[in-house]
């Protein structure tokens, strides 16, 4: 926890001086390595994935739910990366490291549950949406609407005071629309979590499209190589909040039926539980 008042905080003092947010996953760039080495096979990326017992038993689970839908068991990391590939295993590896790393922050007044709960309907309805178009993004849209609010977690770890503040004024004028949320956060803190979440991922040297569909989260007037990437976590985000699921915008952006949004909305509540479970087991 630091102790800034807003007028001098800055990005890169909520990322100074933490070791768990200054390291990245260390998996997923063991992983990493392999998947740019031409030298390397799915063997070599099995190794590194059942080095940690855990980590391989969630994955397999993953794997063998109704995430993927599989006819058959699959009872073997070698033959996951068979079923799935290896880059998309080692973005799920990612997401639940990242899930894993964010499940203990302290407050009362924060549900780290309700976070992740929000965000994995965020991040399946994020692959839906990719589904829908055309699978642009088949490896990353889940991983990019999973972590795409996470600056709100590093507010709460770094500044919770300042974080704190933030929630009870956005309780007090809910429901908002997201750039109102952000102006908010930047009047009180001077900048937004979507600001925090992308120098975060940025640090971590992870790939330019999360960055870059965190970064844009705010700004749909903008184009760019990750911008329709962008889009449709901005609707996933809005279409995820049970409470106020509907944004015209963010629908009207990406030329939506109501009866699209609720064949997809309709599919991921299908799946919900059972793959919440796996991501956040401490249920």
């Known amino acids: 926890m630091i102790a800034y ?3 001098t905080l800055t990005v890169a003092d909520l990322l100074r001086g933490d070791l768990q947010l200054a390291s990245p996953p260390n998996a997923y760039f063991l992983l990493k390595k392999i998947v740019e080495d031409p030298n390397k096979t799915a063997k070599d990326a ?3 994935i059942e080095a940690d017992a855990a980590l391989a038993v969630k994955l397999l689970k993953i794997v063998n739910s109704a995430f993927y839908g599989f006819p058959s068991q699959i009872s073997s990391i070698s033959k996951a990366i068979t079923m799935i590939g290896t880059r998309e295993l080692q ?3 990612l997401g639940t490291l990242i899930v894993e790393r964010f499940s203990d922050l302290p407050g009362q007044h924060f549900s780290i549950h309700d976070f992740w709960a929000r965000n994995l309907r965020c991040a399946l309805i994020a692959r839906e949406l990719d589904i829908h178009f055309g699978k642009h993004y088949v490896d990353t849209a889940f ?3 999973l972590v795409h609010n996470i600056g709100q977690l590093v507010f709460y770890r770094r500044i919770p005071v300042l974080a704190r503040e933030v929630d009870l004024l956005l309780q007090s004028q809910t429901p908002l629309a997201v750039d109102e949320e952000v102006t908010i956060e930047q009047n009180v803190i001077g900048f937004d979590h ?11 040297m992870l790939p330019d499209v999360i960055v870059e569909s965190i970064r844009l989260h705010c700004f749909p007037d903008l184009i760019g190589p990750y911008a329709d990437l962008a889009a449709m976590v901005r609707l996933a985000n809005c279409l995820s909040r049970i409470e106020n699921p509907y944004d015209a915008h963010a629908v009207n952006a990406l030329n939506l039926t109501p ?10 509540s299908d799946e919900f539980e059972v793959i919440f479970k796996l991501f956040y087991p401490t249920v």
């Open 5 to 7: 008042s807003p007028s």
């Open 46 to 48: 099995a190794v590194v």
């Open 91 to 93: 973005n799920l590896v």
């Open 143 to 145: 991983l990019c609407g």
């Open 194 to 204: 979507f600001q925090a979440g992308a120098e975060l991922c940025k640090q971590w």
């Open 259 to 268: 009866e699209q949004i609720s064949f997809i909305l309709d599919k991921i």
